[in-house]
């Protein structure tokens, strides 16, 4: 596809590629899957006897497109689910497991057919590591070690003999343990003070088995709750020693949530697919907020431990709309269109422009419910626009990034909305090549991103676009492939210049080799 549009956004940067920045862990492009709706029951699993292709009871379909876009790791199984979950009730034959109410998602009966050998095997099948969220709103410290026991320990430990009753001889390993879901909300109601109290509890027992190490995620504040971090931070410091060595007592990371609306009313955060232009304009001023939050973290870390030796994690992002009319509130399913694809691949140049402190992100969620990856309708499964940005974006996961310097540009919105930046971008590199992201916001114009690339020789491998001729547009069963990326020939050198020319509300990524 060629550029036609009238070309008017402009953002002219500086980029060192001779000057390594943070690596930009795989882990900012991980997943989550929780107990809501139609993620893992229809989404992630049918069952041994269903007729759609299966493996163990999980989807062949859905496995094959996360392995293509190298999914790093998985989280489940919440979200507010994991603070009422109790992992005893989901192990052992599936006939005698207990059911229990998911008062959170849609008052529904949860059978637990989809347990921890489940979501272990999920995770074997994806080549995903697993990141497990234990129970703290609802569960006892006893019943977090145990689990840990259950999936880590070899040995004649009782809760690996009873692993082994339940048909797994080896103990699995887990990288990355939640110490509760939003602690400060569906996850106990609690304050800063006494959660901080209960994380360190808890991780004290989540201990690490056998060569397993536990990377420990404390459960952090909501949006901008920067008082939350810094207790949080307080708590670790006050335990004495150097901090390296403290960290590994307690917990090794904190996270933060952080969802895009297109309006602060949560009882009307407006349709996936029926937007105007000023629902988009608030919709990317909220956005764009993603910055100024893992900053204003990542500076309240610094203050506390400036080697950056604890991780910030955003372990739930994305956008929230109101659930597809007819369908069950409680399960929050929602289109996906262009604007969300927008959406990524601004928090994605964020991300890499934290990647210093911002060690995991994971987006929610994966299939079927909010900002998804995947849709099913019965045995048929659509590829979201959002989708697409995660494929695009592959090459940056472990990648060394390159800060993007922005010495002009004209790229902005102004109006009733706010105001916000509609020109981002992000480089990183590898070996003998680079991989460029470029993301146009605008709504009706063109923009031009002009990269003076410096400290290596370089040339235009090749370049891909996303776009469409309107933001609503989305991928259906009957069009799959309305939104889906294409060859793209905007992209050339000018002397030392990258030149990136980019339609209206498009994304495009640039692959470079490097001399
Ligand atoms: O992702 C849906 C929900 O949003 C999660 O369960 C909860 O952690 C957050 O409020």
Redesign the pocket.
Known sequence: MSTTAPTSGTLHGVVDLDVAGATISRHLYGH?A?H?GRCIYEGFWVGEDSPIQNTSGVRDDVVQALKDISIPNLRWP????ADEYHWENGVGPREDRPSMVNT?WGDVVEDNSFGTHEFMRLCELLGAEPYVSGNVGSGTVQEMSDWVEYLTRSGDAPMSRLRREHGRTEPWKVPFWGVG??AW??GGNMTAEQYAQLASQFSTYARNHDGNELYRIAAGPNRDDYHWTETLMKSISTLGGPVEERHHQRWQALSF?Y?THASDDWQHKGSATEFDAGEYHATMVNAWRIDEIVRGHSRVMDAYDPDATIGLVCD?WGTWWDVEPGTNPGF?FQQNTLRDALVAGLHFDVFHANARRLVMANI??TVN??QAMVLTDGARMVLTPTYHVFAMNAGHQDATSHPVHVVAGDARYEGEAGEYRTLTTSVSSREGSALVSVTNLDVERGGTVRLDLRGRDWTVAAATLLAAPSLQEHNTVENPTAVAPVPFDGARREGDTLVVELPAHSFATVQLTLG
């Open positions: 989550f929780e809501l919440g979200g507010c689910f959170h879901n939003e909300g569906c949530h969802y739930e929050l929610a969620q419910v909010l």
